[in-house]
């Protein structure tokens, strides 16, 4: 089997799991990366073997042994990476979120599509054990018609700053709350839904927490909660936050102060939650209760290799991408009408 050749632009946290996922994959190597940053760059180089390394991507994107790129930049340079990396031929994997609107994704999107290329948008939580097994049991009919679903993701105290600032600057992040973690919560149950089309959307969004943060511009939102429509007629309700003043019934995280991130799904025979995995079946009338053991969504070891192996089976024509350009599309449209709903003040049609 021909390897292909990967670059890695961004060698931050992001780009070395994807390093670490390339040692043990039957189908990539890691060929070359990029990053502004000397040392972190050559400390990359060391750890992971890397036969070239650039200090712009623009040398990467123009080495033709590069058959394509993964892209672990801050958010506002998604969307020119991955366009000069489209328009060098190279296909394309990027982070979340895939760019910082709508309307910059859909150019990625016709541009793909125009040079036969793969796009492929970062959501490695698509991949986890809980995940695939939550996806296995949908699949099988176990909650029927799917009508309803929350999608939740709140901290209490947990504003990222990012190097230089950059999570809370709206110019380079695109958003706060909402563009960070929310889009991973919502994303999880869309995905489980099966990616309706959405149609629209009604929105709160808000700026709180100034007070948390100091030194840096902070002009995006601590929280945004929303109602989703799609076309089959089911809905969505995502709630998301950085710093909500949480009760005491949420437990302490690691980093972040009281934390909850979880996912339902509700159907007419059953109803999914995703953490712990269980699903809550109609059985002739009676309501039960069914631990699901083959699945846990903490255990994300696996799911970046998962992840990298069905990019890479895309390329070479053996799969559907998971995680496609045109869902990315659909969910940067969901994360657009979010803003735009709560800024009007009222429900906003995705046409």
């Known amino acids: 089997m021909k390897k292909f050749n990967i670059g890695i632009i961004g060698t931050g946290w992001p780009g070395q799991q994807h390093a670490i996922a390339l040692r043990g994959s039957a189908r990539g190597q890691l060929h070359a990366c990029a990053d502004l940053d000397e040392e972190r760059r050559h400390a990359f180089v060391k750890e992971f073997g890397a036969i070239k390394a650039a200090a712009d991507y623009a040398e990467l994107l123009g080495d033709p042994q590069v058959d394509a790129v993964m ?30 609107n709508a309307a910059e994704m859909t150019v990625l999107r016709d541009e793909a599509q125009k040079r036969g290329l793969i796009y492929f948008f ?121 710093a909500g003043n949480l009760p005491d019934d949420i437990p302490e995280g690691k980093y972040f102060g009281r934390e909850t991130n979880n996912s339902l799904v509700f159907g007419t025979k059953g109803t999914l939650r995703l953490k712990p995995l269980t699903l809550f079946e109609d059985q002739n009338g009676a309501l039960v209760t069914v631990p699901i ?11 970046f290799a998962a992840q990298l192996e069905n990019f890479l089976a895309a390329i070479s024509g053996d799969a559907q991408p998971i995680n496609s350009v045109d869902q990315a599309v659909e969910l940067m449209e969901m994360i657009d009408a979010i803003y735009s709903s709560g800024t009007l003040g009222r429900e906003v049609p995705i046409t």
């Open 71 to 100: 892209i672990c930049l801050p958010n506002y340079l998604h969307f020119p990476a991955s366009l000069a990396a489209l328009e060098a031929g190279k296909h394309v994997f990027c982070e979340k979120p895939p760019t910082l």
């Open 122 to 242: 970062g959501r490695q939580f698509r991949f986890t054990p809980g995940m695939i097994s939550a996806k296995r049991l949908i699949n099988d009919g176990r909650l029927g018609k799917i009508y309803h679903a929350r999608a939740i993701w709140i901290r209490s105290r947990g504003i990222p700053p990012g190097i230089g600032g950059w999570f809370t600057d709206k110019k380079r992040a695109g958003g706060g709350a909402l563009i960070d973690i929310g889009v991973h919560a919502l994303d999880s149950v869309w995905y489980l839904m099966g990616t309706p089309r959405p149609i629209s959307v009604s929105a709160g969004v808000f700026r709180n927490f100034e007070h948390f943060v100091s030194g840096n511009v902070f002009d995006v939102e601590d929280a945004a909660f929303a109602f989703i429509r799609f076309d089959n007629g089911a809905v969505v309700q995502l709630e998301t936050c950085w």
């Open 293 to 303: 053991t083959n699945g846990n969504t903490q255990d994300t070891g696996d799911s």
